[in-house]
């Protein structure tokens, strides 16, 4: 299997987020963002690939939309064990495939076949090798597939959160949940004004919209993820269209993660 080094543990913060704030509004909430931004109303009849299934949540929104097949891996045995865990908890369902391995190690992904829609959120960009891991990803695309990934953008303020994010890993328990509070309160409140103070407590209360995701959750997933590859729009758009032949359907920014809609052309 290819190394793909995991400084941080994505699963064992996913583990924590399924124990502490696991919901069916989470459920429902991630997987109406997953049909609003591939517009359409199920996956019935679809074959979902996740790439890096983290929590397993939005594999799980897959099978919730009616998926024939879902096929879910992650390089963390956490995050597998957990994505494990919500399978079991839905009675186990054969169609619902869960593996344990790297995007990035070739004999690994042989084992898989092409899928309708392949899936990675917040992914590729952690494995060490972005564009390798986004041209393997790739493989699994068929005539008149989606590929929906989710990346990082690059900015100016890139080489200031590769150090953050250094030392986050280098530091122990009690510092990180400084840092943590630190950067909530250096990014939400401290030069606030008292209705954008109003405005941040409820964008924090009411996190969950957000993909169904939890707050303190990704805190610790922005600061930790390590490694860290992020890239801007032009690049991402300029490999996947001109080196690997993709059509573009969709992208949406706004925030950290630049999410995107590609379609393998038919021949």
């Known amino acids: 299997m290819a190394e793909e080094k995991v400084t941080f543990s994505f699963g064992k913060n996913w583990e924590q987020f399924v124990s502490a704030n ?6 429902e909430i991630a997987r109406q963002h997953l ?3 591939l517009e359409i109303k199920d996956l019935e009849g679809k074959h979902f690939l996740d790439i890096g299934s983290g929590s397993g949540i939005h594999s799980l929104a897959a099978f919730k939309s009616a998926a024939q097949r879902i096929v ?11 994505t494990k865990k919500i399978h079991q908890m839905y009675g186990s369902p054969a169609n619902w495939q869960i593996a344990q391995g790297s995007i990035l190690d070739d004999n690994f992904i042989r084992a898989f076949e092409p899928a309708d829609i392949v899936y990675s959120w917040g992914v590729l960009h952690h494995t060490g090798n972005l564009w390798r891991a986004v041209s393997n990803a790739a493989t699994f695309l068929k005539p008149g597939s989606i590929f929906y990934i989710a990346i990082y953008d690059k900015t100016p303020d890139t080489p200031y959160w590769t150090d953050i994010k250094k030392k986050y890993n280098r530091t122990g328990r009690p510092g990180k949940k400084l840092m943590e509070l630190s950067y909530v309160w250096r990014t939400f409140f401290r030069t606030a004004s008292p209705s954008r103070i109003r405005k941040s407590i409820m964008y924090i209360s009411n996190y969950k919209t957000s993909r169904g995701m939890e707050f303190w959750t990704d805190v610790k997933d922005w600061l930790g993820g390590w490694p860290y590859e992020p890239a801007t729009l032009e690049e991402m758009c300029a490999f996947c269209e001109g080196t690997l032949g993709l059509e573009r359907m969709k992208v949406k920014t706004g925030e950290a993660n630049i999410e995107y809609l590609f379609k393998k052309k038919r021949t």
């Open 22 to 27: 696991f919901s069916e509004e989470r459920i």
């Open 35 to 37: 049909l609003n931004f």
């Open 72 to 82: 879910s891996f992650d390089v963390d045995p956490y995050s597998v064990a957990t």
